[in-house]
């Protein structure tokens, strides 16, 4: 059956939000999960995992998996720099902190636009990602007692949103978004593993209750969310992934406040409040702001 672009729109729109809850509950898995194995090897094992279950459809389909291989090492590097920075931040910092400063990715998205590739994002776009970056900091209650953790994640950040840009840039021109996905999940899993081996790291898993962890980052955060993100861009702007997404910390809060039994905040529920409304207004029709004189 063939779907309308409108229908397309709307079944990535709902993936992007799948992506966002399945990102939302991973802050304090990871973080568990760091007291009984290495950050960077942690990331090797999911991504190498995540690769493997990809590569097997893609094989019985006769899939070229070195197609644009150079666009899917682009990639990987951007999503091995993003995970490696964020789990080893998150060794030093909150999780509260990690998701905020993680989530600011819907700041420099818009930025990175016209500073990369000269793409200008609409007035709606920009007061979008304003209300969106305040509303997330109301949910996490800010930054508090900055460390070195924070500045790792900021790196997080800044990768993440370059990471939007190139993969829309690369879907876009007809990138088969679930042979990227492959390639990004076996650069990263073997270029963590592969700096394992020369920093001499622990390889072992500490308990059975992490390697289940690891088990379920592999699946759901790493394999289905980054697969079901790349093939939504082929239908949905960046600055729109964006402000989707930044519902990662929103659908954090739900999680703690229903499974986790935390009590309700007015603060949080504002904060979600701010970052609904600002995708509502990414999708109201406007012009694109000009630069120099042209649009």
């Known amino acids: ?10 079944y990535a729109n709902i993936g992007l939000f799948y992506a966002a809850a399945i990102w939302g509950s991973t802050f304090f898995v990871v973080k568990q999960a760091l007291d009984n194995i290495d950050p960077v ?11 493997v279950i990809m590569a097997i459809p893609l094989i019985l389909l006769k899939k070229r998996l070195r197609d644009n291989l150079k666009d899917g090492l682009i990639l990987g590097l951007l999503l091995w720099i993003l995970y ?44 979008a990602t304003v209300i969106s ?4 900091w109301i949910l996490t209650g800010g930054l508090k007692q900055i460390n070195i953790g924070d500045l790792l994640t900021l790196i997080t950040a800044v990768t993440y949103a370059i990471h939007i840009l190139y993969a ?19 650069f990263v899993g073997l270029a963590s593993l592969l700096t394992g081996v020369l920093f001499k790291l622990p390889f072992a898993i500490g308990t059975a209750e992490a390697f289940g962890m690891m088990i ?20 949905v702007s960046p600055v729109r992934v964006s402000l989707i997404l930044a519902f990662e910390p929103v659908f ?44």
């Not at 876009?172 to 999940?185: E, T």
Request: aromatic residues 12%.
């Open 1 to 10: 059956m063939n779907l309308s672009v409108k229908g397309k729109t709307c």
């Open 41 to 51: 090897i942690l990331v090797g094992y999911r991504f190498i995992l995540a690769a």
């Open 84 to 127: 490696v920075a964020q789990t080893i931040g998150l060794k030093y910092t909150t999780a509260a902190n990690s998701g905020l400063i993680t989530g600011l990715f819907v700041a420099f998205v818009p930025v990175f636009s016209i500073v990369i590739f000269r793409m200008m994002p609409s007035i709606t776009a920009v007061i």
């Open 133 to 136: 970056i305040i509303g997330l």
């Open 168 to 186: 829309d840039k690369f879907i876009k021109r007809g990138a088969d978004p679930y042979i990227l996905s492959f390639q990004q999940f076996a």
């Open 216 to 235: 379920f980052l592999a699946i759901f955060p790493s394999l289905t969310a980054f697969a079901i993100q790349l093939i939504a861009q082929r239908h």
């Open 252 to 295: 954090a809060v739900i999680f703690a406040w229903t499974l986790g039994n935390e009590a309700y905040s007015l603060n949080k529920a504002i904060g979600g409040f701010l970052i609904f409304l600002a995708l509502v207004i990414s999708g109201l029709p406007s012009r694109k702001i000009r630069l120099g004189g042209r649009q």
